[in-house]
């Protein structure tokens, strides 16, 4: 079983900035892709960001350029840096991870997800 923990929501001022952290445990051999989406009330889950076991990250067009992703595969964690924030942005964010076990096996996990709330 595989463990994804956020943290670093809030609340912050349109303009403001958050960071979010998210660390996997458990049994892990390998992670492939390590991400974040997010989910605004009423509306669907969406991609936010994402970064490859190889460095290459993708981003949603809503946030090129104020979100940056950076991950650490010796440690298994992957933070959010959110610049600029706009109400638009306020969603509960969730940690998305694919992890291969030691079996082989390739499975996507969740994070619980943690709240940003852009609001002045």
């Known amino acids: 079983q595989v463990q994804l923990v956020e943290s670093g929501g809030g609340l912050v001022q349109p303009g403001g900035s958050l960071r979010l952290s998210c660390a996997a445990s458990g049994r892990i051999f390998s992670i492939n892709t390590m991400g974040w989406y997010r989910q605004a009330p009423g509306k669907q889950r969406e991609f936010v960001a994402r970064s490859t076991s190889g460095g290459s990250t993708n981003y949603a067009d809503s946030v090129k350029g104020r979100f940056t992703i950076s991950r650490d595969n010796a440690k298994n964690t992957v933070s959010l840096q959110m610049n600029s924030l706009k109400p638009e942005d306020t969603a509960v964010y969730y940690c998305?991870?694919?992890?291969?076990?030691?079996?082989?096996?390739?499975?996507?996990?969740w994070g619980q997800g943690t709240q940003v709330t852009v609001s002045s």
């Open positions: 998305n991870a694919v992890v291969r076990g030691w079996t082989g096996r390739v499975d996507d996990y």
